[in-house]
């Protein structure tokens, strides 16, 4: 059984820079695809990226698109997220999430598997 730990948040000024890890346990990750979600409180769960089982197809979210890069180690059983160029409409709370098969979706209901999240502030 796939499980999903996500790390690396924090409190960040704008203009400043985060890598996001997802790290997985009880299963090989390599015949997962994976995305990256953010969700403010009362606001639906966007997509930000996501990264087929092979890692040649990725996808990105418009308002992140040339700000952020995702990656994966399978080796590690790692999903990385590096953000750059943050801002305060950046905040909130980042989910990973894993879907067997090698279809990169940007959708969430897509997603079986999700980690619990970590907080992303950007503030001044």
């Known amino acids: 059984q796939l499980e999903l730990v996500e790390s690396g948040g924090g409190l960040v000024q704008p203009g400043g820079s985060l890598r996001l890890s997802c790290v997985a346990s009880g299963s090989f990750l390599d015949s997962y695809a994976v995305g990256w979600f953010r969700q403010v409180p009362g606001n639906e769960r966007e997509a930000v990226s996501s990264?087929?089982?092979?890692?040649?197809?990725?996808n990105y979210g418009d308002s992140v698109k040339g700000r952020f890069t995702i990656s994966r180690d399978d080796m590690k059983k790692t999903v990385y997220l590096q953000m750059h160029s943050l801002q305060p409409w950046d905040t909130g709370m980042y989910f990973c999430?894993?879907?067997?098969?090698?279809?990169?979706?940007?959708?969430?209901?897509?997603?079986?598997?999700w980690g619990p999240g970590t907080q992303v502030s950007v503030s001044s």
């Open positions: 999430a894993a879907r067997r098969g090698h279809w990169a979706s940007l959708k969430h209901y897509d997603y079986d598997i």
């Open positions: 990264i087929s089982s092979t890692g040649g197809t990725i």
